[in-house]
């Protein structure tokens, strides 16, 4: 059987309570935090808190 993290990465209908779940987005919510206090110029700072995301997020030219 498939877990709720396996069914939302697929694009299935998942529970989204799912105890794994929930730790993701507060691991995530944390590190966009952490990430937005730092300033443009604190390079070493971003880099750190940007190396510990589990998923690198994609970037798009306008």
């Known amino acids: 059987m ?8 697929n694009g299935e209908l998942f529970i989204a309570v799912d105890p794994e779940l929930v730790k993701d987005r507060e691991n995530a ?5 952490l990430y937005n206090q ?4 604190d390079e070493c700072k971003r880099n750190k808190v940007y190396s510990k995301t589990p998923h690198k997020p994609v970037f798009y030219d306008k």
């Not at 498939?2 to 990465?9: P, R």
């Not at 919510?29 to 935090?33: Q, Y």
């Open 2 to 9: 498939k877990t709720e993290k396996e069914k939302m990465v």
């Open 29 to 33: 919510r944390r590190l966009a935090r």
């Open 38 to 41: 730092t300033t443009e110029t």
